[in-house]
Each structure stands twice: as C-alpha cells, then as structure tokens.
C-alpha cells in the first residue's frame, strides 16, 4: 500500500514510499517461503518479493518453539525449508541477509540459540554455527 500511495481505507494519491531493501518475517508455521499456502491459495512468496524490484532481507526468521524437541527444532532451521532454502535461491530472488531471531529466549518464548542465560547453548546454535561454517557467503 505504501509503495502504491493507498491508505488502508482504499483511497489512492497519496505520497509513495521508495525503500532501499524489502524485508520480511518468516517463520516455521508458514512452512516453505516459495510455495506458501494459506486461505487465498499457494503463492511464491519469495517471488512477489522479487517483484517489487529491491534486495531481500529477511529480517526475521525462526522456528516456533511448540514445532518438537530441541533437535527437531535444529534441524529444521537449517532445511530446505529455512537455511538451506534461503542459501540455495538466494541469487535466484537476490536474498541480501538473513537474520535469526531470536539470540537467546527471552519474554517472547523459547526462540532463541540459547537459553534465558544467554550462556547455554542450543542445539539449533550448533546447527546455525555448522551450516554457516559449510556455506560461507
């Protein structure tokens, strides 16, 4: 809406917005970012991004912590359906930056590579830390 000049009662003309970056959230229980499915159909989200004509940066991704053990958890966040995903069509979409969330858990749940400490480490820390280690860019 901002880029088409709408305001949220559909009314247009008004001043647009140019951004330098689109950036996005994705998370665990919206499954594969490239074939999205929900209540209007299944859409490539990574597409429409691309269409607007900016870098991605997906700014927010996670696994919900209610997905299954610490290690379902890792493994997860280094699949094709997360990491491994982005890695793998990041020139295909121009992905810029990923970015996890969250560091360590914290009042918004158990999202993080470490515990509430921030002193424990996770099994998804380990994942993270070997896939980056595989796949430099």
């Known amino acids: 809406m901002l880029k088409n000049g709408t305001q949220p009662d559909g009314s247009g003309g ?6 330098d970056i689109t950036s996005w959230h994705w998370y665990s229980n919206e499954s594969d970012m490239t074939n999205a499915c929900g209540g209007t159909g299944c859409h490539d989200a990574l597409g429409i991004l691309k269409n607007w004509g900016k870098p991605i ?3 927010e991704f996670g696994v919900r912590p209610d997905l299954g ?3 379902q958890i890792a493994a997860y966040i280094t699949s094709s359906k997360m990491m491994a995903q982005y890695y793998s069509v990041a020139s295909k979409y121009n992905i810029q930056s990923i970015q996890q969330f969250e560091l360590y858990d914290d009042s918004e749940g158990e999202y993080g590579l470490m515990q509430a400490d921030g002193k424990s ?3 998804a820390f380990y994942a993270m830390k070997a896939f980056i280690k595989n796949n430099p860019k």
Request: with cysteine; hydrophobic share 35%.
């Open 69 to 71: 053990s610490t290690n």
């Open 14 to 19: 008004h001043p647009t917005v140019n951004c």
């Open 121 to 123: 480490l996770k099994a």
């Open 57 to 59: 940066w997906i700014n």
